[in-house]
């Protein structure tokens, strides 16, 4: 008989990395791969938030190393994965979660808004994969998944550069997953729907009527009348980080409450 299920989604004894690991989404993912029984490695500019995620991490019980990384230079990418080898020996999760939004109309985007978000959303997806697909193709195994977002299948308004670079995450996931498939690796990517982390908060939190009115908002555009929290989406990291989803690759899975049904 084969093993009990849940060691289908065990990760004891095997190593994670985290990008936009200090809130929201990439904290919770990070804390729920750790929780699975990965040591994790954790990268973002945010300084204070790493050490709240490391401290929630060492609560369980589990290995966190933190790492202060612009995952829009190149370098520091590469250096991240040569600091997880480095520190447990094999890397077995590449977690692209960092990501910027810029909210303005498309007449009103500057070269500096549209520049910021290729260099984190896109570009830093593109190395992430670069640095992780080196290491795991040498290794035989691994799997990367990369943040993506409905804004890919439905852009609304204000977010044209952010869709567009989201779309090109889509387009990157599926080009490694065939590319490093022969490997052992695969390559998946998550579209979020609406979801309530610091990213979709910046007005909300001090003005409290705002943000009750957008969270209604944003479960409206679910036929589910829900919006998501980032335990959603981190239970879908899980999944893919997992030997779970050891027959799912170059796919963009859609935890979105049906905002789009692709």
């Given at each position: 008989?084969?093993?009990?299920?849940?060691?289908?989604?065990?990760?004891?004894?095997?190593?994670?990395?985290?990008?936009?690991?200090?809130?929201?989404?990439?904290?919770?993912?990070?804390?729920l791969l750790a929780e699975a029984g990965a040591a994790v490695v954790l990268a973002d500019l945010d300084e204070a938030g790493l050490a709240t995620t490391a401290a929630r991490i060492h609560d369980l019980g589990g290995k966190a190393?933190?790492?202060?990384?612009?995952?829009?230079?190149?370098?520091?990418?590469?250096?991240?994965?040569?600091?997880?080898?480095?520190?447990?020996?094999?890397?077995?999760?590449?977690?692209?979660?960092?990501?910027?939004?810029?909210?303005?109309?498309?007449?009103?985007?500057?070269?500096?808004?549209?520049?910021?978000?290729?260099?984190?959303?896109?570009?830093?997806?593109?190395?992430?994969?670069?640095?992780?697909?080196?290491?795991?193709?040498?290794?035989?195994?691994?799997?990367?998944?990369?943040?993506?977002?409905?804004?890919?299948?439905?852009?609304?308004?204000?977010?044209?550069?952010?869709?567009?670079?989201?779309?090109?995450?889509?387009?990157?996931?599926?080009?490694?997953?065939?590319?490093?498939?022969?490997?052992?690796?695969?390559?998946?990517?998550?579209?979020?729907?609406?979801?309530?982390?610091?990213?979709?908060?910046?007005?909300?939190?001090?003005?409290?009527?705002?943000?009750?009115?957008?969270?209604?908002?944003?479960?409206?555009?679910?036929p589910m009348g829900l919006y998501g929290v980032p335990r959603d989406i981190a239970l879908t990291v899980l999944y893919l980080a997992s030997d779970a989803s050891r027959f799912v690759t170059g796919q963009v899975l859609r935890p979105?409450?049906?905002?789009?049904?692709?």
């Amino acid at each position: 008989m084969a093993g009990h299920w849940t060691e289908a989604f065990s990760l004891s004894g095997r190593v994670a990395v985290v990008t936009g690991a200090a809130s929201g989404i990439g904290q919770e993912s990070a804390c729920l791969l750790a929780e699975a029984g990965a040591a994790v490695v954790l990268a973002d500019l945010d300084e204070a938030g790493l050490a709240t995620t490391a401290a929630r991490i060492h609560d369980l019980g589990g290995k966190a190393l933190v790492r202060r990384v612009d995952v829009s230079a190149r370098s520091q990418v590469d250096q991240l994965a040569l600091d997880a080898v480095s520190a447990f020996g094999r890397l077995d999760v590449w977690a692209n979660v960092a990501a910027v939004d810029i909210h303005k109309p498309i007449l009103e985007v500057s070269e500096a808004d549209m520049d910021r978000q290729v260099a984190v959303n896109q570009k830093g997806v593109y190395w992430g994969c670069v640095a992780a697909g080196r290491a795991m193709t040498a290794q035989g195994s691994g799997s990367i998944v990369n943040l993506s977002s409905t804004g890919a299948d439905k852009p609304s308004p204000g977010i044209s550069v952010y869709s567009m670079t989201k779309a090109a995450v889509n387009a990157c996931t599926r080009a490694c997953a065939i590319e490093f498939a022969p490997s052992g690796v695969r390559v998946n990517a998550i579209g979020p729907g609406y979801v309530d982390t610091p990213m979709t908060q910046a007005a909300k939190e001090i003005d409290p009527a705002r943000r009750a009115a957008m969270l209604r908002a944003g479960a409206a555009i679910s036929p589910m009348g829900l919006y998501g929290v980032p335990r959603d989406i981190a239970l879908t990291v899980l999944y893919l980080a997992s030997d779970a989803s050891r027959f799912v690759t170059g796919q963009v899975l859609r935890p979105n409450g049906g905002a789009t049904m692709l």
